[in-house]
């Protein structure tokens, strides 16, 4: 099942939607909840704006988490993960600009897999993990590498608004330990992986995350990026495709 986030235009109003092709069948009782689906309405998708399919409290990433970006740096692969947070105010919907800062000098795209939090987790088992988690979605994580290399902290680097552009939906039944991975800069493909790669797998992350700070539902957390990691310019438009997902698609502008 899809779930989107839309802004149904003739009725003026936000909805979580079940999305099967282009249409589109309102949740009456929350994306993150029991989903009852066409309860309240149907929509056509040309009546609908596309969302971003999250609001969460928090969205926590994942530092270097694929074998080849490890090796790409020449780096040791982690013993644990290396854990960050953008704020939920960077977030952005498919097809929303992503601004770039009038001071950065290096601004990068990364894509990755993120998984949406279905229900309240605090200590999972890896065992257990899945249990908590709602779907899949693609996520831009969007770096000020200049100011990541200057300052110690990342906060600055990574929270820009516009910084975390995810969508286009929320994928729950699919297996994520062997996804096809893509990021295309203008049409050409400068990322290439699949999420067989990754160095702690959705399991480990959501028991060692949950061990930490307690995840509520609607809460993302985004997977690490694969090697090829690179510079976008003004009037760039870059697109995340995860097999089984779909494509998330942003523009960069000034
Ligand atoms: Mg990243």
């Known amino acids: 099942m ?3 986030r839309y802004y149904i235009t003739d009725k003026d109003k936000t909805s979580y939607c079940v999305v099967k092709g282009e249409s589109l069948s309102e949740i009456k009782s929350g994306a993150f909840g029991k989903v009852k689906m066409g309860l309240r309405g149907k929509y056509h998708a040309d ?4 969302l971003a399919p999250v609001e969460p409290s928090k969205i926590v990433l994942v530092g270097l988490n694929y074998k080849d970006h490890a090796k790409e740096l020449g780096m040791p692969l982690p013993s644990e993960p290396v854990i960050f947070l953008k704020p939920p105010t960077a977030i952005i919907g498919p097809r929303q600009n992503i601004s770039y800062p009038p001071y950065v000098t290096r601004l990068d795209y990364e894509a990755e897999l993120a998984l949406v939090i279905g229900k309240k987790a605090r200590s999972v088992k890896e065992d257990d993990a899945r249990d908590y988690i709602l779907g899949y979605t693609c996520l831009n994580d ?5 100011l990541q290399k200057k300052d110690i902290q990342w906060t600055r680097a990574k929270s820009f608004d516009t910084f975390c552009p995810v969508g286009p939906f929320i994928e729950t039944d699919i297996d ?3 996804l096809r991975i893509k990021l295309y800069l203008n049409g050409k493909v400068r990322q290439s992986s699949c999420t067989s790669n990754l160095i702690f797998p ?3 992350l959501i028991s060692f995350i949950s061990g930490i700070m307690t995840l509520l539902p609607g809460d993302v957390i985004a997977t690490g990026t694969p090697a090829g ?3 976008m310019q003004v009037g760039d438009t870059v697109k ?3 097999e089984g997902i779909g494509s998330l698609i942003n523009k960069v502008t000034d």
């Not at 009546?47 to 596309?50: N, R, T």
């Not at 969007?142 to 200049?146: D, G």
């Open 2 to 4: 899809k779930i989107g």
């Open 47 to 50: 009546k609908a704006m596309p």
């Open 142 to 146: 969007v770096t000020a590498r200049c």
């Open 176 to 178: 994520p330990s062997n």
């Open 202 to 204: 959705v399991e480990k």
């Open 229 to 231: 990691v690179g510079p």
């Open 240 to 242: 995340v495709e995860i």
